[in-house]
């Protein structure tokens, strides 16, 4: 059974930066397509980037240049670095993963086999 625990989340002003870290165990990380979704207000759900067990990455046309995904595979923990933040980034965010694919385009992971249980982010303007 794999556990992802977030952390990292809080308030920021428009223009800041946050940094969300994803605690995984149960399983090695690096052999599990891992990612992050979103949910904000009254919203849909709405994956945010994917990490592939082969590195391969995908982002939400929303977030490209501005959020970073990355993986510490000796702490087997997944990062997402967020910048230049926008008050419509104001979501819960959650950690996903699933052992079934190597990479998964961004928009599978809110579909993702097992998730964290959220931290939240609030862009003020």
């Known amino acids: 059974q794999v556990q992802l625990v977030e952390s990292g989340g809080g308030s920021v002003q428009a223009g800041g930066s946050v940094r969300l870290s994803c605690a995984a165990s149960g399983y090695t990380a690096s052999?599990?397509?891992?990612?992050?979704?979103?949910?904000?207000?009254?919203?849909?759900?709405?994956?945010?980037?994917?990490?592939?067990?082969?590195?391969?990455?995908?982002?939400?046309?929303?977030?490209?240049?501005?959020?970073?995904?990355?993986?510490?595979?000796?702490?087997?923990?997944?990062?997402?670095?967020?910048?230049?933040?926008?008050?419509?980034?104001?979501?819960?965010?959650?950690?996903?993963?699933?052992p079934r694919f190597v990479s998964a385009p961004v928009g599978n992971v809110p579909d993702f086999d097992y998730r964290g249980q959220g931290t939240q982010v609030t862009v003020s303007s």
Do not use: H
């Not at 052999?31 to 979103?38: A, D, E, I, K, S």
């Not at 046309?61 to 997402?80: E, P």
């Open 31 to 98: 052999r599990l397509c891992m990612g992050w979704f979103r949910q904000g207000p009254e919203k849909e759900r709405e994956g945010v980037a994917s990490l592939g067990v082969d590195g391969t990455t995908s982002y939400a046309d929303s977030v490209k240049g501005r959020f970073t995904i990355s993986r510490d595979n000796a702490k087997n923990t997944l990062f997402l670095q967020m910048n230049s933040l926008k008050p419509e980034d104001t979501a819960s965010y959650y950690c996903a993963a699933s």
